[in-house]
């Protein structure tokens, strides 16, 4: 099945400068990877999402990439906000499966 | 348009009692699923529902852990009997019907924070 990588596990920036969460994926068939955002005490939020026939996808300072060859992904938030800070989760499906499989989550914390 | 619902947000039994999980996915979603986060860990995929129909239940940890989704609306997770370990929030999510190869957003709800004692 499916094994999701994610790094790293805490991240702490100063507000104004850039965040990046890498992750991995294990089977070439996924074609499918969102990334959710969690505030503590909150439903996982999907805020961006890309599929494998794109590269780069982006919404407002939110950018996704993906490299298939490499089977890896990467969230890229820029001018980070407080209001960022929050537990992100990458995830990968498609292809036989429709659940998705998660990362381990990455604690980003925006430094006012 | 109302968001997936979860009931109740927080469950604390003992060791050994029943729990039952409710979620009522948005409307018209026929794709319903159900994760866990123990611990702080990942979330993990429990099972999937497309309408009433189990698609897949590869995740459930064991047989202590029965989900119905009868009639295809909400569905429920039923833990009977309860162990120390079936702690964590259990997620419920949603998602529009699928074409082939063309996974459409899950939609979380809010959860519900399971405490065994």
């Known amino acids: 099945g499916e094994n999701v990588e994610q790094h790293p596990s805490t991240l702490s920036v100063q507000e104004g400068d850039s965040a990046v969460i890498k992750c991995t994926y294990s089977?070439?068939?996924?074609?499918?990877f969102p990334w959710y955002k969690q505030e503590l005490g909150k439903r996982p939020q999907l805020i961006i999402d890309?599929?494998?026939?794109?590269g780069e996808k982006k919404d407002q300072r939110i950018a996704v990439t993906l490299n298939k060859t490499a089977k890896h992904f990467s969230l890229h938030i820029t001018e980070t906000q407080p209001e960022d800070s929050a537990v992100y989760f990458c995830?990968?499906?498609?292809?036989?499966?429709?659940?998705?499989?998660f990362g381990s989550g990455t604690q980003l914390t925006v430094l006012p | 348009e109302a968001g997936v619902t979860q009931f109740p947000s927080h469950s604390v039994i003992e060791k050994g009692q029943t729990v039952t999980l409710r979620c009522d996915p948005i409307s018209g979603h026929d794709n319903l699923y159900w994760y866990r986060r123990v611990m702080g860990k990942e979330i993990k995929f429990l099972l999937h529902?497309?309408?009433?129909?189990?698609?897949?239940e590869s995740g459930m940890p064991n047989n202590r852990f029965l989900a119905e989704r009868t009639g295809g609306t909400y569905s429920t997770l039923k833990v009977q009997p309860a162990e120390l370990e079936d702690s964590g929030v259990y997620f419920c999510a949603s998602s529009q019907d699928q074409g082939q190869g063309n996974n459409q957003p899950q939609h979380f709800g809010d959860g519900t924070r399971l405490s065994i004692l």
């Open positions: 089977d070439s068939a996924s074609n499918y």
């Open positions: 529902f497309v309408k009433e129909s189990k698609q897949d």
């Open positions: 890309i599929r494998s026939n794109v």
């Open positions: 995830a990968g499906g498609g292809g036989s499966a429709r659940q998705l499989t």
